[in-house]
């Protein structure tokens, strides 16, 4: 089985090229535009529209004349947009405010007038059902409760690998709890208990991950970022433990002035007023679920149809390695020489070699993808230009201890040498990792570096060469063809790697 079919090559569904997804939430419309259903999925139009449709829904049980006007107006330009960019397929979903309101149903019959499509209201079942297929696309092999707080409603869903096993949509969107209090966070506290006890099966959830996903969540995880001085301002995959997340909520909806804040200012400002309110919700869950710890996702519901469309084949190619090998694909000299990589570092890790994880092994073969995308740039930057674009794309599969392994490991393979400059991103990246990643991501890089010096970056030379520990040597076996390619920065290259593993350094020319 070749490398190319256990990594997933890309493969595109043409009549489904390109797709565009229209949510119609409670707080925000909003326009996606992919490539493709494909698991790889690259958005390449992202806009949105602060219309609140559920901004009083608890109350008057009405969507709200201003309110529709922007949502309609919203739908008008992303019909047009869908046009420019020759959407093939626009699906438009609507949720908990469209499905609650009296007024619903006059509102979608205007808005599939505008927006020229037909118009699927979401049943809460349906909602959870769509968070949860986002899950599945965001994470390798998802096993544990998510949470998909919107503006008007929250579901719940456990999810387990490419099972849904129960599911519950709850009134506790910002919105709606906001409206139904007349904003007294006080009077929302046993509003959000009394929703939460009625779902029997929450402790299912005990000791597994729980998956936030909606935009107050992602704002919480990024004011927890701002206060903590965390490097990365990446959301997909960012986890904090239980138990600080929980004392972070009570800080965050015990606070006077959410204004005052550390960090305010990294949060939209229309999203600061249910700050307190998506706090209050997520640590009343968390109270009540005691999972092992919560990560963030930005994959949802519009994700979730996507996922939805694709074939079986396409949902279980692993995320992270179908991106990579698309991110070689665009930005590398040689996709197949980056397959290469994979297979020749094996060796390392082979008969008498090194030892490591099967997770370990999936990213290794990510560095290798992706260790060649910063060719282009000036030699003097190619370290760190890689680790930026490394440590902040949109990788899905992913934890960012693994993300910051991808982005130290490229960092190695374009220097031996450290960045000594105290504000370098690599250095405070090592920080929030730990010392087997370290040195993991130093080995790897030096292994890949040394291959490029071999190969030039180019395919058909270190697939036949070979690497093989002898005792205390690491050899590295070249043929005779390739001769001339032995020198002496890649001598000097290998003696690094061969000290990495604690072993001698030998290159030999086979007869």
Not at 156 to 162: L, Q
Not at 320 to 345: D, M, N, P
Request: glycine share 10%.
């Amino acid at each position: 089985m070749g490398l190319t079919h256990v990594f997933g090559g890309r493969s595109k569904a043409p009549e489904l090229e390109p797709i565009g997804v229209i949510d119609i939430g409670s707080n925000s419309v909003r326009l996606v535009v992919y490539d493709g259903a494909v698991r790889a999925a690259t958005p390449i139009f992202n806009e949105k529209v602060l219309a609140g449709l559920g901004n009083s829904i608890a109350t008057t049980r009405q969507l709200g004349a201003s309110s529709v006007q922007r949502a309609l107006d919203a739908l008008t330009r992303f019909r047009a947009v869908a046009r420019v960019l020759k959407v093939k397929n626009l699906r438009v979903l609507a949720t908990a405010a469209v499905r609650d309101a009296e007024d619903g149903s006059l509102f979608i019959q205007e808005a599939e007038r505008v927006v020229g499509v037909r118009i699927e209201v979401l049943s809460g079942e349906t909602e959870a059902k769509l968070a949860a297929y986002g899950i599945r696309m965001g994470f390798l092999a998802p096993d544990g409760l998510a949470g998909d707080l919107g503006g008007g409603s929250l579901e719940v869903i456990d999810i387990a690998r490419d099972q849904l096993k129960h599911a519950d949509s709850l009134p506790l969107g910002g919105l709606r709890l906001i409206d139904e209090t007349g904003d007294k966070i006080d009077r929302a506290l046993p509003v959000v208990d009394e929703a939460v006890a009625r779902v029997s099966w929450l402790t299912s959830g005990r000791s597994r991950p729980f998956y936030a996903v909606g935009g107050t969540w992602r704002a919480l995880a990024r004011l927890h970022m701002e206060q903590t001085g965390y490097p990365l301002r990446v959301m997909h995959g960012y986890a904090i433990p239980t138990r600080e997340a929980i004392e972070f909520c009570q800080f965050v909806r015990r606070a006077k002035k959410i204004t005052s804040l550390l960090g305010i200012e990294a949060v939209p400002r229309a999203r600061r007023e249910m700050l307190p309110y998506g706090a209050l919700v997520l640590e009343r869950l968390l109270e009540a679920v005691a999972p092992s710890e919560i990560v963030f996702s930005v994959f949802g519901i519009r994700e979730g149809l996507l996922f939805g469309l694709m074939t079986r084949h396409e949902q279980e190619k692993d995320p992270l390695l179908t991106y990579c090998a698309e991110l070689a694909r665009l930005r590398s000299r040689s996709l197949a020489h980056a397959y290469e990589l994979c297979t020749w570092t094996d060796a390392l890790f082979s008969g008498d070699g090194l030892v490591e994880t099967e997770e370990e092994r999936r990213l290794r073969h990510a560095a290798c993808l992706v260790s060649d995308i910063g060719w282009r740039a000036h030699p003097d930057y190619r370290g760190v230009h890689s680790l930026d674009v490394i440590a902040h794309a949109g990788f899905a599969g992913i934890d960012h201890p693994g993300r910051i392994f991808l982005a130290l490991s490229v960092y190695h393979r374009h220097s031996s040498s450290e960045d000594g400059r105290p504000d370098a991103l690599s250095n405070r990246l090592r920080l929030v990792v730990s010392k087997r990643t370290q040195k993991r991501a130093k080995l790897i890089g030096a292994a890949i570096r040394t291959a490029h010096m071999l190969s030039i970056g180019m395919a058909g030379i270190i697939d036949e060469t070979r690497l093989v520990y002898e005792d205390t040597k690491l050899v590295l076996i070249i043929p005779k063809a390739h001769a001339g390619l032995n020198g002496e920065r890649l001598r000097r290259r290998f003696e690094i790697l061969a000290q990495l593993v604690s072993r001698e350094g030998e290159i030999r020319i086979a007869d």
